[in-house]
């Protein structure tokens, strides 16, 4: 006696779910490998900057003052002086005066920041235990953290390759190339930065400005009293 079996196959319906299952496994599988890979070079960045502030430290401590930044275009990692005074106050930090790595693990420079009047030379050393700096940190939310740095330290993130371009450095304003405000702040060439904390890109609410509410910069600073103690136990301060 023959039994009948039913060999019913997957309706075109039924195959199409499946694939949309798949593809939103796939989808999350990469958006949170992406995720890991991000908060990992977040890490890195935070270690390599402070490996960078010793290095600014170290640099103090032998030579009476902080460096200068790298002004070439493009940088060659040494610092620009024209007779006692620096070409200017910001750059690419000066990474093979400081004997460090060039690059962020994004692939970018870090910007370099200074106040002139610890980093001049035409005296040894090119600052008092009076003299405070002149840069300026907020939190975000228009909050000082501090407001005496004589040095800031900036990683661009992601968008770096934006503003180390081929052809030159550029800071795009904010609103443009999905850039927020805070980010922009931080390449504007004035002596206020922002340290926030991370913001993806779609934090923003403006559907017309995708990167309004982002930030993914990791910023680092001198601290005034650390770099002046450094100093005085290397009898370079009173």
Known sequence: MSVR????????????????????????????????????????????LE?????LYGFAMSEGRLPCPDTNDPPDGSEDLSGNDCDDNWGALPWSELQLGRRDPWGSLLLYRVDPDFA?????????????????VED????NI??????????????????????????P????NDFSADESEN????????AAEFRPPDAGTDPTNPGEGRFDDV????????????????????
């Open 146 to 171: 501090v407001t005496t740095s004589p040095a800031v330290i900036v990683a661009f993130g992601p968008q770096g390759a934006q503003i180390w371009t081929d052809s030159g450095f550029t800071c």
């Open 5 to 48: 079996r039913d060999q019913r196959g997957f309706s075109l319906i039924e195959l199409a779910i499946v694939l949309v299952i798949i593809g939103l496994l796939v989808g999350g599988g990469i958006a949170a490998l992406n995720a890991v890979a991000q908060q990992t070079r977040r890490t890195e960045a935070e270690r390599q």
């Open 120 to 136: 001049d030379t035409n005296t040894s050393p090119a600052f008092a235990l009076s003299d405070s700096g002149n840069l300026t």
């Open 140 to 143: 975000g939310e228009g909050n």
């Open 219 to 238: 910023l680092i600073w001198v601290p005034l009293p650390v770099l002046k103690a450094r100093m005085v136990d290397a009898g370079l301060l009173p």
């Open 51 to 55: 490996h960078v502030r010793e290095a």
């Open 187 to 194: 390449c504007d060439d004035d002596n206020t930065f922002v």
């Open 173 to 176: 304003s904010a609103g443009t």
